[in-house]
């Protein structure tokens, strides 16, 4: 099946730093990209949809200019989270779609853990 | 998206089926029944989608109801590795409204 890789897989950053995270479809092209997020013993929950060549539709309560999202071609795309705080300690985790996705499923990349100190 | 109700844990014992119910009462008439599940500190893995249609794969078989307000998924040899949260989510089919929205799940665990 289609694979979808995150990198890095876990970082540790301390308060105030920006981390960028990668997500990347390795046999396929990804028109279309999402990025979710995950606290401890919660479901996931969608942060952005990232268009290639357009800017990203974030969700309702979550700060643009806090997670960057960049999708500048059909198989990166990357979330930075800017001056990071522990409270943004989570696990992210993006999903893409192909450009004729024929079945229907998102494929997920494997995550990544940011810890915050 | 349509909600779903799915039960919050269930036991299952290895070698056997295991069955794992959801509700989708206000299902639309263009969303489909997605199943994924999520073993610890790992991405979602999809399972089996469908329509109107009970299907099978190689994973699992879903089993939708003639008025389409349930699901059930069924594992039909459970093992150790297939202990994990399964989530069951209706959404439309592709496009950038194709997102998948997640509810809470089933923690499914696998007893030897």
């Known amino acids: 099946g289609a694979v979808v890789s995150q990198h890095p897989s876990w970082v540790i950053c301390k308060s105030g730093t920006s981390v960028k995270i990668e997500c990347r479809s390795l046999?396929?092209?990804?028109?279309?990209m999402f990025w979710y997020r995950q606290f401890p013993k919660q479901s996931l929950m969608l942060m952005a949809t990232?268009?290639?060549?357009?800017?990203?539709?974030?969700e309702q309560g979550v700060e643009k200019d806090k997670f960057l999202i960049n999708h500048a071609s059909l198989t990166l795309s990357t979330l930075t989270v800017t001056s990071a705080h522990p409270e943004d300690s989570s696990f992210y985790i993006c999903?893409?779609?192909?450009?004729?996705?024929?079945?229907?499923?998102?494929?997920f990349g494997e995550g990544s853990r940011l810890t915050v100190l | 998206d349509a909600k779903t109700t799915q039960p919050t844990s269930m036991d299952c014992a290895e070698g056997r089926a295991a069955n794992l119910p959801c509700n989708h009462s206000?299902?639309?008439?263009?969303?489909?029944v997605y199943w994924y599940r999520q073993i610890h500190s790992q991405g979602p893995q999809y399972i089996i989608h469908g329509l109107k249609n009970n299907e099978t794969n190689e994973m699992a078989s879903l089993i939708i109801t003639e008025d389409r307000k349930s699901s059930t998924l069924i594992l039909p040899h459970a093992t150790l590795r297939d202990t994990a949260v399964y989530y069951c989510i209706v959404s439309t089919y592709g496009g950038s409204q194709g997102n998948l929205i997640f509810g809470k799940g089933t923690k499914l665990s696998v007893k030897p």
């Open positions: 990232s268009n290639e060549g357009s800017k990203a539709t974030y």
């Open positions: 999903s893409a779609r192909g450009a004729s996705s024929g079945s229907g499923e998102l494929f």
């Open positions: 046999d396929f092209q990804a028109t279309t």
């Open positions: 206000t299902i639309s008439g263009n969303e489909y």
